[in-house]
């Protein structure tokens, strides 16, 4: 990705005018329209008007005359702030913002550290009980309450329902957690049959 990086920067110094042609391209891809030259009116007039697109969209004149002006404003402020122009064309060609770039050291050991901290209710439990049913019992429970907290963390992430998301992540895990444990009676019971 630097590398990619740094070619844009080399393309920005040698090639801007192709690279303010590209932007406004890419403009246009994520929504905001280029000037239409019959929309393009007197932009202090009141209009209401509309028209129809060849795709059959209804267009307010006066909406069309406001994302003209605003797309100049962006070219402008573009064409003339190279850092600038830089990072917007690295946010729309790849995706990526340099405040989200992540270590993937980093990356790894966050998952580590999360995958360690979910096995702890299903393994602490047997630890501290003696019984292993007991132990399994508690574990159950562990995991089930842990599974509904994250569902929860999960639908404030997401904006979403926070009881059908602690349902919805409780039940797909019970249902893998069903499915890992029949293959694993299904396996037992043909390595036994072998013996």
Known sequence: MKGEIKLEHDHI??????????????????????????????????????????????????????????????????????????????????????????SPVLAGASSLLLFFIGSLPSTIPFAIVADPEMGLIVSGSACGVSLIVVGIVKSLATRGNFLLAAMENLLITTAGGAVAYGVGVAFQSLVGEEE
């Open 13 to 102: 110094k040698k090639y801007h005018a192709e690279e303010m042609q590209e932007l406004t391209h890419l403009f246009s891809l994520i929504g905001i329209p280029g000037s239409q030259p019959h929309l393009c009116g007197d932009p202090n007039e009141n209009k209401t008007t509309t028209y129809h697109s060849a795709v059959n969209n209804t267009v307010d004149v006066s909406s069309a005359v406001e994302a003209r002006k605003l797309r100049q404003r962006l070219t402008r402020y573009y064409g003339s702030n190279s850092d600038a122009l830089l990072k917007i064309m690295i946010a729309l060609e790849f995706g990526v913002i340099d405040e989200e770039v992540r």
